[in-house]
């Protein structure tokens, strides 16, 4: 019993750093239907950033962090403006592939600017595990990630449902051509909705730093397996993608000690395969109707 | 009275499909206006081409005297044009209040809806009674009267309207058409795209026929009603 609630523990906070990267992925495609695979190649510009201000240059952690969510922001608008949108007025297939060659090269990128070894981040509270009862414990960090996650959670609902320019994305969303009929500026909530996602995966990459080692790579299989959380349950749906990232982070923590560990990175995509295998639209997706 | 809306040998393509060849139009303040032709004419293409959704190849969009052929729907939209567009596009998974507040998007932030809201709740009460229903869980005739609502809320100066009578019952499209007459009264001016023509002739001020991206004719929709050629393709004889 005390294993099973140790591994419900992390696996929480696996699912919680799944659950904001698979926002991140499922914001910029259930709003603008693009699913950007460079994703966790962000998500590493972040962390990288982080540690270069908070520990290379010493600076007051929030100024770091801030510092950090604003040139990933900068980085992902860039790309935005320079490549995706220019290819995306040829063909939105094209701009799939993009976001492929994307990812391999802000990963080589990184490298020329952040160097080729691997850093490692400090705990923000120290790594000394929290005992909750003698057999049962929490790092404070994963602790820290847990609760980075609830408020971007509410955050982020919060902006959606009682904001105009979050309504305004969720019309974007459903109808783009009746948007713009309302004197919605597409380009404008296109830019919003890439900050946005920017902005989560930085945050993401900069608080879960300490419990990876840093480097130019940490960010590839992150991405992925959070795209395959945000895929099942069901790309594009918010609810969806916090139900995948923490179905997947508890299937992991289980699966690797019940199972075996030498596994770990397996459990997802069998995951992915069963779920959509009975589910094909993901646990929370709606079956594309079109009305005539 | 002075020239609210004035397209001047307008031309669009989609791709290699030359959907009009040079259409002109002129449509005076608190006029109903109604362009009628068969499918595929180039009504829709032309609504479009004045809210700035659609790039025109050629000629020229006034509004109000300043020339938006190159201006950006959001930007028309902002200086007072308003379309309901044809198949409604009501944002489904939005509430009927949530599609209103949508057609209000041009509007300040601080301003108070409040009196928006009971006008078109005054013309389409059962959109009161649906008001926190998913629009896209509306009836098609319900679905039309939030689409004529929802861009009521910018308070428009110049209303499109693409097919109002489109799929509904004969008695919703009069008490539609009342609604407009009304909206007309209230001093916004209306351009109605419509098959049912001799609903639109009867309503409104001025007609343009449309034929394959041109206006074949135009002149005083009571005249129109009685000419022989318009009966014959429009009005079944
Ligand atoms: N999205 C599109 N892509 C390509 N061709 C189009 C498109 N929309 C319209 N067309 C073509 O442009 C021409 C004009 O179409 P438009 O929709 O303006 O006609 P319409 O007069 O509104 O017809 P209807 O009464 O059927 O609504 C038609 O030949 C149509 O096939
Ligand atoms: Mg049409």
Redesign the interface.
């Known amino acids: 019993m005390n294993i099973f609630l140790q591994c419900v523990i992390n696996g929480v906070a696996l699912g919680a750093v799944y659950t904001i990267m698979a926002l991140s992925y499922t914001i910029l495609f259930g709003t603008l239907r693009i699913a950007n695979f460079a994703q966790g190649d962000i998500y590493m510009i972040g962390m990288l950033l982080g540690f270069t201000f908070y520990v290379t240059a010493s600076m007051n952690f929030f100024v770091g962090l801030i510092l950090a969510i604003i040139i990933t922001v900068l980085v992902l608008l860039i790309i935005d403006r320079l490549i995706y949108r220019p290819i995306l007025r040829t063909s939105s297939m094209y701009l799939f592939i993009a976001t492929i060659g994307m990812a391999t090269f802000l990963r080589n990128a990184s490298q020329l600017v952040f160097g080729s070894e691997s850093y490692s981040f400090p705990h923000l509270l120290g790594s000394k595990p929290l005992q909750i009862t003698e057999e049962i414990s929490i790092v404070p960090q994963n602790l820290i990630i847990i609760g980075v996650c609830i408020v971007l959670v509410i955050v982020l609902f919060l902006f959606m449902r009682k904001t105009k320019t979050g309504l305004a994305m969720s019309a974007v969303s459903m109808n783009p051509f009746a948007a713009a009929l309302m004197g919605v500026n597409y380009s404008k909530i296109t830019t919003i909705t890439y900050a946005i996602s920017a902005a989560m995966a930085s945050i993401a990459g900069v608080f879960t730093a300490p419990m990876y080692n840093v480097n130019t790579t940490v960010g590839a299989s992150l991405g992925l397996k959070a795209l395959i959380a945000a895929v099942m349950g069901g790309f594009g749906n918010s609810v969806g993608a916090i139900v995948g990232g923490m179905i997947l982070g508890l299937v992991e923590a289980l699966g690797s000690t019940y199972i075996s560990s030498a596994y770990k990175d397996a459990f997802a995509f069998i995951l992915l395969l069963i779920i959509l295998f009975l589910r094909p639209q993901g646990i929370l997706g709606r079956k594309r109707i079109t009305k005539v | 009275m002075s020239t609210i809306l004035k397209v001047n040998d307008l031309t669009a393509h989609y791709g290699s499909i030359n959907a009009l060849k040079g259409v002109s139009l002129e449509v005076e303040k608190g006029e109903i206006v109604t362009v009628i032709g068969a499918n595929g004419a180039g009504k829709s293409t032309l609504l479009k081409c004045i ?1 700035g ?1 659609m790039n025109k190849s050629s000629g020229t969009v006034e509004f109000e005297g300043n020339d938006i052929t190159r201006t ?3 930007k ?3 200086m007072g044009i ?2 309901v ?1 044809e198949g409604r ?6 509430s009927v209040l ?1 599609n209103l ?3 209000a ?2 509007r300040s ?1 601080k301003e108070d809806l409040t009196p928006d809201y009971d006008l078109v709740f005054g013309i389409f009460p059962k959109l009161k009674e649906r008001a926190h229903q998913k629009g ?1 869980n509306l009836s098609g005739g319900e679905q039309q009267m939030l689409a004529v609502s ?2 009521l809320m ?1 308070r428009p100066k110049l209303l499109l309207i693409d097919e109002l009578s489109m799929g509904l019952a004969p008695v919703l499209v009069e008490s539609l058409f009342d609604a407009l007459m009304d909206i007309n009264r209230k001093g916004t001016t209306i351009v109605l795209v419509e098959q049912d023509a001799n609903m639109a002739l009867k309503f409104s001020n001025r007609a343009y026929v449309i034929e394959t991206g041109i206006v074949a004719f135009s002149g005083k929709s009571a005249d129109l009603l009685e000419d022989d050629r318009v009966r014959e393709i429009y009005l079944g004889g």
Do not use: N
Not at chain 2, 89 to 94: C, D, G, H, P, R
């Open positions: 809210v959704v950006g729907s959001d028309i939209v902002r308003a379309m567009p596009q009501i944002f489904s998974e939005l949530e507040k949508m057609g998007y041009t932030k896209g929802r861009a910018s």
